[in-house]
Each structure stands twice: as C-alpha cells, then as structure tokens.
C-alpha cells in the first residue's frame, strides 16, 4: 500500500524542513501500524526563495521524497493538480506546508478508508483562531452566500487536507477545468465522505501567501464555478425593472391627463436614469464574468508548466 502525501509549497523554505519531519515521523509509525509505503511529492509553485533546494536537499537524504517545481507561480489549486497527477500512490494525501494540516492525523482518516465505508476522508476546522475578524466574517458571509446559490456541497471550514483513494484522485483530475476550485470540485465529485474536525493551527514558520484580495478574487472563481444563480438573478432584476417602469408609464400617463404638468420631476428622472444604468452595468458584469471564465477555458491552456522536477534524473543516462 502506497500513500503519497501532496504538498504544495510555495515560499516555504522555512517550513519545509518543520513539516518533512513531521510527516517522515508519522510515515513510520504507519509503516509499523498500517504497513503502509510513503512518497512525499513536493509541489514548488513558483517559489522565490529557497524551496526547491530544500525540497532537492530532502531528496538527497530520502529516496522517497520527489519534486515538482513549476516555471513560474500557477496558484494553490495548480500545485494540487500537479500533485495529483504526479501521485503513484493507492492513496493520495494533500496537505499544506505549513503543519497547519497536522499529518498525525493521517493515521485515523487512513482507518476511516480501510473500513471501506469511505472513499475519502476529509478535514475541517470548528475555530477560526488567530485569524484577522475581517477575514472570518467575509469567509462566514462567502460560505452562506455559496450554499445557497450552489447545489454542490461547500462545506464552511473544510480545509484542503484530505486522504483520498485512487478512486477519487481518478474522479477528480478527470474534472479538468481551468479555473479550479477545489472545495467545488471535491463537493462535486461525490464519493462518501468522512470528516475529521480540528481546531484551527497557527502556521508553523513563514506567512501566509493569501492576501485579502487574492482570497476575495478566490471566492468569486468559486461563485462563478459552482452556480449560475448570479445569471438568473441579472435577468430577473431586468424582469423587476420591466414591470416597475409599466406600472411608472400607466401612473405617469394617468396623472399627465389628470392633472397636466408634463415636466415635473426631472430630478427623480435622473435617479432612475442612474438607478437603471447602474443594475445593467451591474448585469453586465456579471455576464463578464462569466464570458472570462469561458474565454480562459477555450484556450484549454495548460494549468501549469514545469521547469523541473525529480522526474528528470531519471531521464538521464
Ligand atoms: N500555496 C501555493 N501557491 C500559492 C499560494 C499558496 O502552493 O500561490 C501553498 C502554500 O505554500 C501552503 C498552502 O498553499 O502550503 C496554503 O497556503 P497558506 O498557508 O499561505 O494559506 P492559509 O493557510 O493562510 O490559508
Ligand atoms: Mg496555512
């Protein structure tokens, strides 16, 4: 039985030593408790500072450590990607580098899909600790708004890390959308699911690469990838405005033959005026959007180009 544990590492040099230790340690207790095989398959997206080397410097030092370094930075979503496809293993694992995924609970997730009860078996967390408020809030108010709009299940506070069997890495690089979201994808592809709940862990070294705007723009590819709500809700605003600008003409007219004063109510005209252009705008960003997003998904570029990676060594003679 092979698992192999997927990380995606962007400006982790810090970190990477931190979490190799971690994972190499409960790589043995599992290999004594489930024998269970390991590869450790290093996703450098990117990175600027010293990641690749260190990933090379594990390497060095393990033979089951491997490495994927990619041309430039592609993005979270393509390091899992990437990683996934790259995985030999019955079982794949994707974790953060940071240890904010705590790998010792690898072995309990692991048990949940021997039983073959599951076919996945997937992490949230109950707190939102040591996060800025603002960001907590915005995240609360992202997830109410998915859950309706979307009929795939996104799950508040489910993280990333999750252990999977080959069934389901199967299922979910057969998505191969560009625009990826991973909370939609997993939610969409099924599977039986068990969570595991943890309080949330600061990260172990380095920070966060995820700036405010970076989740924000995030959570729009979420929306526009998981529900077409927002195109029905533009058109029904055109549908509202219709019906609300009938009822004005009949009262207008009405009123004109009552009482004369055509000229009246210039000021309330401009609010409307105002009022109608902006809800069209509105709408037709909205359709942008999603024009974007189709526009990115014909070119059927690649989701990630890489420079290097472990592979090559063995290519050469
Ligand atoms: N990451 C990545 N590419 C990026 C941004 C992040 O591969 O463009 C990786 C990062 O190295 C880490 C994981 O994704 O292993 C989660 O990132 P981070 O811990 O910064 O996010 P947070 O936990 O703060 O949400
Ligand atoms: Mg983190």
């Not at 190499?24 to 996703?43: L, P, Q, T, Y």
Request: one cysteine or more; proline letters at 4%; aromatic letters at 12%.
């Amino acid at each position: 039985m092979l698992i192999s544990l997927i990380v995606p590492c962007y400006n982790e040099e810090e970190a990477l030593p931190l979490f190799y230790a971690e994972a190499a340690r409960v790589a043995g207790e599992m290999a004594k408790s489930h024998g269970a095989d390991f590869e450790f398959i290093f996703v450098d997206d990117g990175s600027t500072d010293g990641t690749l080397a260190a990933a090379k410097a594990l390497r060095a030092r393990d033979d089951r450590v491997r490495y994927l370094s990619f041309s430039r930075n592609f993005g979270k979503e393509a390091a899992i990607f990437a990683g996934l496809q790259a995985a030999k293993g019955d079982y794949a694992a994707l974790l953060d580098a940071d240890l904010q995924d705590p790998p010792a609970l690898l072995p309990q997730m692991l048990d949940a899909l021997l039983s073959g009860e599951y076919d996945c078996a997937a992490t949230r967390r109950t707190t939102r600790k040591g996060e800025p408020p603002v960001r907590s809030f915005f995240a609360r108010m992202f997830y109410r708004l998915i859950h309706r709009m979307s009929d795939t299940e996104i799950v508040d506070g489910a993280r990333d890390f999750r252990l999977m069997s080959r069934r389901v890495v199967d299922a979910v690089l057969s998505l191969g959308e560009y625009n990826r979201f991973s909370k939609g994808i997993f939610g969409w592809v099924g599977f039986r699911t068990k969570w595991f709940s943890y309080e949330n862990i600061e990260r172990a070294a380095g920070k966060t690469k995820w700036s405010f705007w970076k989740l924000f723009r995030y959570s729009i590819e979420g929306i526009v990838g998981f529900s077409t709500a927002p195109l029905a809700v533009a058109a029904l605003l055109g549908l509202l405005f219709c019906v609300l600008a009938l009822v004005m003409i009949v009262f207008i007219i009405l009123r004109t033959l009552i009482f004369g004063d055509p000229t009246s109510g210039w000021p309330s005209l401009v609010c409307i005026i105002l009022l109608c252009s902006g809800v069209q705008l509105f709408c037709v960003g909205v359709l942008g959007e999603y024009l974007a997003k189709t526009y990115l998904e014909v070119k059927r570029r690649p989701l990630y180009l890489l420079r290097e990676s472990s592979e090559d060594e063995a290519e050469k003679p």
